[in-house]
Structure formats: C-alpha cells, structure tokens
C-alpha cells in the first residue's frame, strides 16, 4: 500500500480544481473503469475524482487517456489524485471534501487467501475511511458502497438482501472483513448516512466480449481445462448435483449499479447482483467442458482431501494451479434472495443472463489471455 498523500491530477481537469466531483475508489480496477463512464454519462454537470495509489498511477493515466479517446465528452472531466483508503483523510489534499457530491467506494482486496491483517487494513479500515471521509463533505448526496453477496459466509439456507449477520462462519477473511465492513456501513447508515449497497456474486467477464482484468475463481478450472489434451482429466469436489455457483458478467453489474444509482428510491437499499437461477456445479462443470471442446474424463475428489493435497502434497497446486480457496465454492449451501433486485431491474430490461449463454465467450477471452493474472491490485 502506497502511503503518499500528494494530488496528481490528470489532463485539464486540474484548470477547475473547484469543481463538484463525484469521488471513485478502486479505479483503475476493472468494475471502476466501466462504472466511471456510465456514471459520468448521467451526470454531465459533474466531474470525477479518483484516488490511485502510487504504484497504479501510471495504469490510471492510460486508462484514463483509453476513456477519453473512447468518449470525447469524458476529455478533462477525470481527475486522478494519489492517495490511499488505508488513511484518513485518505491521503487528500485538505478542502477535497467541499467538492464531493457522491461517493463510490469499491476499493477492497478481492483475494480469497489475503492475509487477516492486510484484508482487515484495507476492507475494514479502508471502508471506515472512506465513511469518515463521507461525513465531512458538506455537499454529500449519497455512498454507493460495493459489497458482496458472500457476506453470507457459509450460511445453509436463503440468504435475502436485508440479512447480514446470521451467526455464519467464513470461508476465508476476504468473506469476513468484507461482512465486518458492511456492518460498518449499516451503521452508518442508520445513524443517517445516505447510501446504498450492491452485492455483486461471483463477477466474471463481459457477456458479449469475455473481456475481464483478471482469471481468477471459476476462470482456474478453465484454464485447467484449456492447459490439457484432447482428453481433459476435470477434478469435481463433493456432489456437484446438490451446490450451486453464483456467477454474473461483469456488465451485468456495471449496468446494475449504473442504473440503480441513479433512482431516488434506491437510497438506504441493499441490492444483491446475483443470478436468480444460478446453476449446479455439476451444470457448471458440463458447459465448460462442453466449451472447450475436448473429450473430459471427471475425477472425483473429497472436499477435504482436494484442500489437502492443493495445500499440502508437493507438486500438486502446481500441477493443478487451482487455488484450495476455490474448493470451498464447490460445495457453498447459500442461496441468494435477489427478487427485489430483479423486480426494480425489470424496468430497465437489465438481467444477467444464463451462465450457458456466455460461457463460450469466457472460454474464447482465456484460450487468448493465458497470461492474463489471477493476482488482485493491491
């Protein structure tokens, strides 16, 4: 983590360095760079302010100068600012908070194996920050916080939009430091802090494109697959049949939270981006291996044994490169309840679609980015 609290600002936004901005964080992250667009296509009279690390700042100029050359309209209205969640203050230059109008906080360490600190550091008290920060902007409209449906841990049963703490215990504290910062936020908020939360599930690439920043969770058994001959040995853990796995492209959140956002109603919501019919593991497993066109021969394996040999057994999480975090999903008893988030997309024709419907699309963008990273910004 970056600890520099100097301003470096992009382009010509810096020449009205008083103009009401709408403050970013996680950008030049993935979902932070769609979202920033569609949000500042809704809002023409407002710039944005994104705090960088440091160390992203290069990556956030060229991101910045690929929007822009992508859309004119955008010229001079991103500003970039080094700073970090991990302060207070968040490392802005004093009198930033005057020019905030809305917050969007979607910085967190996506990482199922981050350390319990460094997942507490920044998750926790990067969240606790970014609210701090919130308080003191005496023009603030609202938060638009991005959660996660995991939050729900390991809870058997339905998990709805307005449950949070459920007695659940947590696969990992990526799950757990992002449950203990929505708590933070509630509280806020019921103490009188305008916001909104969005739970995306399991966030994968476009579904028209395949485009995604990084191949992580369901994108290591692909490769797997992709990495084999023409006959593909696929491990599966437990019942495939009795777990499902919640997984929505990435443009289904984006435009989700975009559209979301900007209804008056949404305000004090929490809204789970979740597929309303995600399929079994064992549908999972079948469509990819379908996808990749190769004659699969599964292997079963014991939950605890697959976490054991990836953990433990030399030579197997090479051979694998699949993570012991990812087994967990393998077998996770939630179910999310994401009818009232479904009924207010309805409107707006926005829906994630079928898993099956753009998982060739997936297989396409990993069979031409086997070098793309599983690692998280951080």
Not at 20 to 40: A, D, K, Q, Y
Not at 65 to 87: H, K, M, N, Q, V
């Amino acid at each position: 983590m970056s600890l520099s609290s100097s301003s470096s600002g992009s382009g010509p936004a810096n020449e009205n360095a008083n103009a009401s901005v709408i403050l970013f964080t996680g950008f030049p992250g993935f979902l932070g760079r769609e979202l920033l667009p569609r949000v500042l296509g809704r809002e023409p009279e407002l710039s944005a302010l994104c705090v960088v690390q440091q160390k992203f700042m290069v990556q956030a100029r060229a991101a910045v100068a690929e929007l822009s050359a992508a859309a004119p309209a955008l010229t001079g209205r991103i500003e970039l600012a080094i700073g970090d969640i991990t302060l207070q203050g968040l490392g802005l230059p004093a009198g930033t908070a005057a020019r905030v109008r809305d917050v969007y906080h979607l910085a967190a360490i996506y990482d199922l194996a981050v350390p319990s600190a460094l997942a507490d550091k920044v998750n926790v008290g990067g969240t606790r920050n970014v609210l701090d920060f919130a308080e003191r902007c005496p023009g603030l409209r609202r938060v638009h916080y991005v959660s996660t449906c995991y939050v729900s841990g390991r809870y058997t049963g339905i998990f709805s939009e307005t449950d949070l703490e459920k007695g659940q215990r947590f696969n990992n504290h990526y799950e757990s430091t992002k449950h203990l910062a929505e708590v933070v936020v509630r509280q806020r908020m019921a103490a009188g802090l305008p916001a909104t939360i969005y739970r995306p599930a399991v966030v994968v690439g476009d579904s028209r494109t395949g485009a995604t920043q990084k191949l992580d969770g369901p994108y290591y058994l692909i490769k797997w697959l992709l990495r084999q001959g023409r006959v593909a040995l696929l491990p599966f853990i437990g019942d495939p049949s009795r777990f499902r796995f919640n997984m929505v492209p990435c443009d289904f959140v984006v435009d989700a939270i975009t559209y979301l956002s900007g209804l008056p109603e949404s305000l004090g919501q929490t809204y789970a981006l979740a597929d309303p019919d995600p399929p079994t593991c064992e549908e999972v497993l079948d469509l990819m291996a379908a996808a990749v066109d190769k004659r699969v021969l599964r292997v079963p394996l014991s939950p605890r044994l697959a976490r054991a040999a990836i953990r433990r057994v030399p030579g197997v999480h090479r051979l694998l490169q699949l993570p012991a975090e990812l087994v967990d999903y393998m077998e996770h008893p939630t179910h999310y309840d994401s009818r009232a988030t479904h009924a207010a997309l309805a409107a707006a024709g926005i829906h994630p679609g079928r898993f099956a419907d753009h998982v060739k699309v997936m297989v396409a963008f990993t069979r031409a980015h086997m070098q793309v990273s599983s690692a998280a910004m951080a």
